[in-house]
Structures are given as C-alpha cells and as structure tokens.
T-cell receptor, first 111, second 113 residues
C-alpha cells in the first residue's frame, strides 16, 4: 500500500519549460527524500529534507518540505532532456527506519 | 566495490521454480532493505535488516518469500515456487547507521514464465 501519492503521474514537456511534481500524504514523516531513477538502474538520491518548511536548491531543482511534514514538492526550472526519468519521493516514518516510496512521476523532456 | 551490487541482473524462472537473489551492500552499512518494483511504479517495501537482525518483514507478500542476512553483510532474497505475479524488479538498498539515505543497487529483473 502506497502512503505517498505523487502527481502528476506522467509529464511530457518541451526543453526550457518549468514543472512541479507533488508528493502528498496523510502521514507525518521525520524526513523526506527525492530520488531519480533511469531505466535499468536503481533510484539515485537527489536530496533529503528534514525540517518542516525547509527549502533546498540543487542547481535547477528546488525541493520543499511542507510545514506539517506531510507533503513535498520538486520544482525544475528550464527542464533539459537530461532531466528525463522517473522521480520518486520517499518518506521515513518516525517509528520505523524503512522508507515508504511514492507512486512515482515519469518525466519526459523533449528537445 | 564502492556501491551496492546485486546479482543476477536478470533472471528468468519457470513457474514453480525457486530463485535466490543476492545483494552485496556498501561495506560497513548497517541497514539493508529489499524492495519490489513493478514496471513504472514506485518501489514497495519488502523487508529490512539491521546488521543480521530482520527487524521488519511486513512487506513480504507471502510465506513463499524469505530473506536472510546471516553475517550482517550479504543478503539473499529467496522466492519459493515462483508465480507470474512475482515478476518484477527486486531492489536492494543499504544505509549507514545514523543516516537513512539509502543507496540502491541496479536491481534484479525477475521474469516468471
């Protein structure tokens, strides 16, 4: 059972456009992570956010953790074809050490 | 090696056959996770080890699935009497003691025919 819902599920855009991916839950998490996964590979960690309201920037990527620690967003500015992939959020519960992954957002950026 | 290594990369099994999937975590990493990922979906938690102790196996879909990590390093996920619905990519991840950021292997793609 997935406790983290991501939207949109699919996103196809042209190079240079901006986009936002959302990750929502009814559960509170001690931290939330974003991963990118390419075909035939395992997910690769992009960022971890741990404080409610926290904003982290990684070049053209901006990550935000909701004040209530239940949701997060990933914003990409001026998307490039190299950004193509499956984006996954993952939350860490307070009482366990396991990561619960979101449903995923598949991004395709066309040149 | 420097990363998490999984073997085999691909496995085709006939329905009813037993399979064993291996995971070599990053050296020194205490925590080890197994996930199952269906095509185009997010990984689903299967089980979690801290050293050799299996602390959570709540995600194992049936008693045909069994995981072990006897010496707190290499782990094996065993699936008995494979069924078609077991077809998926099985991902292994490891993390250090105090950091829960997980490093994933490339996965084993299991196809049951």
């Amino acid at each position: 059972t997935q406790l983290l819902e991501q939207s949109p599920q699919f996103l196809s855009i042209q190079e240079g456009e901006n986009l936002t991916v959302y990750c929502n839950s009814s559960s509170v998490f001690s931290s939330l992570q974003w991963y990118r996964q390419e075909p035939g590979e395992g997910p690769v960690l992009l960022v971890t956010v741990v404080t409610g309201g926290e904003v982290k920037k990684l070049k053209r990527l901006t990550f935000q953790f909701g004040d209530a620690r239940k949701d997060s967003s990933l914003h990409i500015t001026a998307a490039q074809p190299g950004d193509t992939g499956l984006y996954l959020c993952a939350g860490e519960s307070y009482n366990t050490d396991k990561l619960i992954f979101g449903t995923g957002t598949r991004l395709q950026v066309f040149p | 090696g420097a990363g998490v290594s999984q073997s085999p990369r691909y496995k085709v099994a006939k329905r009813g056959q037993d399979v064993a999937l291996r995971c070599d975590p990053i050296s020194g990493h205490v925590s080890l996770f197994w996930y199952q990922q269906a095509l185009g979906q997010g990984p689903e938690f299967l089980t979690y080890f801290q050293n050799e102790a299996q602390l959570d196996k709540s995600g194992l879909p049936s008693d045909r699935f069994f995981a072990e990590r006897p010496e707190g390093s290499v782990s094996t996920l065993k699936i008995q009497r494979t069924q078609q619905e077991d077809s998926a990519v099985y991902l292994c991840a490891s993390s250090s003691d105090r950091v829960t950021e997980a490093f994933f292997g490339q996965g084993t793609r299991l196809t049951v025919v």
